[in-house]
């Protein structure tokens, strides 16, 4: 979707849950307990990596999706990755960006269209607002739409991994 800014993908590998688990943890500043001194390899993400999940927060200045949490499943060499990339950590901060805009979107137009009486100030002032954030708002959906696909071919490279259609993964793997 254009305007939401999360995604969820499947992706079917013939790596072990463990192997899975050393291949993200070589690409990522580890921000658990078992910190440990990386090599100089390039790193583009920092969070935490198990054998089971993985929370990941993009490096700024890396082309990847904001955040990417991630689900290992399957079994022996079968094993299944559920990613969900998101240009935030929680869906209510996108929720709450919305609300604002639309907030300030009926103050402005009543305020415009002469529904209310206010003053010149605090009309400019709204206006200011309302634009910066349908600014933002367009300017992160973008980079997000922009940063999809770089995230996806990552990923599918690291993990030698296909993309594959929700309905073909077993369900016992769903959650």
């Known amino acids: 979707m254009l305007i939401y800014p999360f995604k969820t993908i499947w992706l079917k590998t013939q790596h072990r849950r463990e192997t899975i688990a050393n291949?993200?943890?070589d690409q990522t500043y580890l921000s658990d307990a078992t910190y440990r001194k990386s090599d100089a390899q390039t790193k583009f993400f920092y969070g935490t990596v198990s054998d089971a999940e993985f929370v990941l927060e993009a490096i700024k200045g890396k082309r990847?999706?904001?955040h990417v949490e991630g689900d290992i499943v399957g079994v022996g060499d079968d094993t299944y990755v559920?990613?969900?990339l998101g240009g935030l950590r929680h869906k209510r901060?996108?929720?709450?960006?919305i609300a604002l805009l639309l907030g300030?979107?009926?103050f402005w137009f009543r305020a415009f269209f002469g529904f209310e009486r206010i003053d010149a100030i605090i009309?400019?002032?709204f206006s200011t607002v309302w634009i910066l954030l349908l600014l933002?708002?367009?300017y992160f959906l973008w980079q997000f739409q922009r940063n999809i696909q770089p995230s996806i071919d990552f990923f599918r490279g690291l993990l030698q991994a296909d993309l594959v259609?929700?309905?073909v993964v077993p369900a016992i793997f769903k959650r």
């Open 136 to 138: 933002y708002a367009f």
């Open 82 to 84: 559920k990613l969900s």
């Open 123 to 125: 009309f400019n002032l």
């Open 23 to 25: 291949l993200i943890t």
């Open 64 to 66: 990847m999706a904001g």
């Open 93 to 97: 901060i996108y929720v709450l960006l």
């Open 165 to 167: 259609e929700e309905n």
């Open 104 to 106: 300030s979107s009926v």
